[in-house]
């Protein structure tokens, strides 16, 4: 099946990337024992929201937060001890640890179905929505994983201001259509919306206030999403999505052969003002530009145990060719050097990507920010044909923790001398360090720019445990 959407053009090159326009999201709070927690901290400026109220250390009180918002010092505690999680069907039996700093102990959750191919796998799921896919939940229109029930709620910048809660308790529906699917999507009205099938390849614009549900027996949308200035309030979860340039550019119908892949469509655009979106548990890939590109004044994203990765191909014509690399290039947060609307009074494009899975030949962009704070913690970098892996452009602030990268180039790095002046790059210490194993080039850290402290509650966990979790919960089941 197809999923098309139109939106912003990534740009060219790993520093390159047109403007164009954007969707909305939820909130959750799951985590795992034995991992360090951070509390939320006060926060103000932007649009005012409810801010989820911290269960950690004193301090961490909550506040409301929005565009803009500027993060306060995180609460700091002592939590107890967790205890075990039970047998997932699947899974392995997971004990629970005592709970770091400034968080009360969560329980890990047993495993699950493993990855794409499904097959049988143990793992502890960390922090957010579980990781593996478990028993089957049965009580909506079709089987989806349990992760779908005890996980409703993302953790991360999608969790502030009014939060990201989708349809909400709207009476589930079934697709199975194209076309249903396209009319369902559109429009303000709260849907929870069920999908079953492969669709053909299309361009779909989402309208607010929707959940989209895939079926554990396969649900996969191709072409171009787009949550635009009209999108709010939106959830995607269990989804396969494809887009347009599935080993070759030229299947995109936007394609120009005097500018090359870039002129196509992203998988997924969330661009203009959308606003407050949770991307989970989906396989995204192929996107002709981008595989999921975050733009122009585009605010309150999380995108969490989602697997990233592209079909060979080459990218050999136009003024933006990128040759063998095939502009094979994730992920894009800011799509040009100009300042979003209101700045520096708003803040915009603040992403929280936790769980995540860069993986096979993925390029670069994963991502590459700019101007907004981006917080990333226990993703899993293994793509052999990365150039790099995370890049601050001009105003980004990136915090990194937890994360494990293996055998790729550059880590994380400074777009150039001149961003370096305005950007910053922090890294998770203590029980919060990232790994590095087989990598070669930059590590680059500090810089110019400002760095943030997340105003939300989450648990890190040991970058150690990392690989096998996420390889065994990323994408849909």
Same mark, same amino acid.
């Given at each position: ?5 139109? @939106? ?45 109220? *911290? ?5 961490? *009180? ?30 392995? &039996? ?14 890990? *959750?047993? @495993? ?28 909506? #229109?079709? #089987? ?38 396209? &009319? ?13 099938? !492969? ?6 614009? =989402? ?18 999403? @787009? ?25 995109? #119908? ?32 192929? @996107? ?18 989602? +697997? ?55 390029? !670069? ?11 990333? =913690? ?16 001009? !105003?980004?602030? /990136? ?9 790729? +180039? ?10 370096? !002046?305005?950007?910053? /790059? ?49 994408? #849909?089941?």
């Amino acid at each position: 099946m197809g999923l098309v959407l139109f @939106g912003q053009g990534c740009g060219q090159s790993s520093d390159g990337g047109a403007d164009s326009d954007g969707g909305s999201g939820g909130s959750v709070n799951h985590a795992q024992a034995g991992a360090s927690a951070r509390a939320g901290s006060n926060a103000s400026g932007g649009a005012a929201g409810a801010h989820e109220t *911290t269960n950690a250390g004193v301090g961490g *009180t909550s506040s409301g937060a929005g565009t803009g918002a500027t993060a306060g010092a995180a609460g700091r505690g002592t939590a107890g001890s967790a205890s075990g999680g039970g047998t997932a069907v699947g899974g392995a &039996t997971s004990s629970g640890g005592a709970a770091g700093r400034g968080g009360a102990a969560g329980g890990t *959750t047993a @495993g699950g179905t493993a990855g794409i191919s499904g097959a049988a796998a143990g793992g502890s799921s960390p922090g957010g929505a579980g990781g593996g896919g478990g028993a089957l939940n049965n009580d909506g #229109p079709c #089987p989806v994983p349990s992760y779908i029930a005890s996980d409703a709620k993302p953790i991360g910048w999608a969790s502030q201001g009014s939060s990201t809660t989708g349809g909400g308790t709207a009476t589930p529906i079934l697709v199975t259509t194209l076309a249903q699917f396209k &009319t369902e999507v559109a429009g303000t009205a709260a849907k929870v919306i069920y999908v079953k099938g !492969e669709f053909s390849a299309d361009s779909i614009s =989402f309208g607010s206030n929707k959940t989209v549900i895939g079926c554990s027996s396969g649900a996969k949308l191709q072409g171009h999403l @787009g949550l635009g200035s009209s999108s709010s309030n939106v959830i995607l979860r269990n989804l396969k999505i494809s887009g347009y340039g599935v080993g070759d550019c030229t299947k995109d #119908p936007s394609f120009d052969a005097s500018t090359g892949c870039s002129s196509g469509a992203d998988a997924i655009s969330v661009n203009g003002s959308a606003h407050h979106v949770w991307i989970d548990h989906c396989l995204i890939m192929d @996107g002709t530009d981008g595989n999921l590109d975050i733009t122009n004044n585009a605010d309150f994203v999380t995108v969490s145990w989602t +697997k990233f990765a592209y079909t060979p191909r080459t990218d050999k014509v136009g003024d933006d060719s990128t040759g063998d690399a095939g502009h094979r290039f994730s992920n894009l947060v800011g799509g040009s050097d100009s300042e979003p609307s209101g700045w520096p009074g708003t803040r915009p494009l603040n992403v929280t990507w936790h769980h995540n899975w860069w993986a096979d030949n993925v390029v !670069e962009r994963q991502p590459r920010v700019r101007y907004g704070r981006n917080h990333l =913690f226990n993703n899993y970098y293994n793509s052999s044909t990365s150039n790099y892996c995370v890049r601050a452009g001009i !105003e980004a602030s /990136i915090l990194l923790e937890g994360n494990a990268f293996e055998g790729v +180039k550059s880590p994380h790095q400074f777009n150039s001398t001149d961003n370096e !002046e305005t950007a910053y /790059i922090e890294l998770g210490g203590g029980d919060r360090v990232n790994s590095y194993t087989s990598t070669t080039g930059d590590q680059a850290k500090d810089g110019g720019g400002s760095p943030f402290t997340p105003p939300y509650t989450y648990q890190v966990t040991s970058a150690s445990a990392v690989a096998a979790a996420v390889k065994a919960g990323a994408g #849909p089941h």
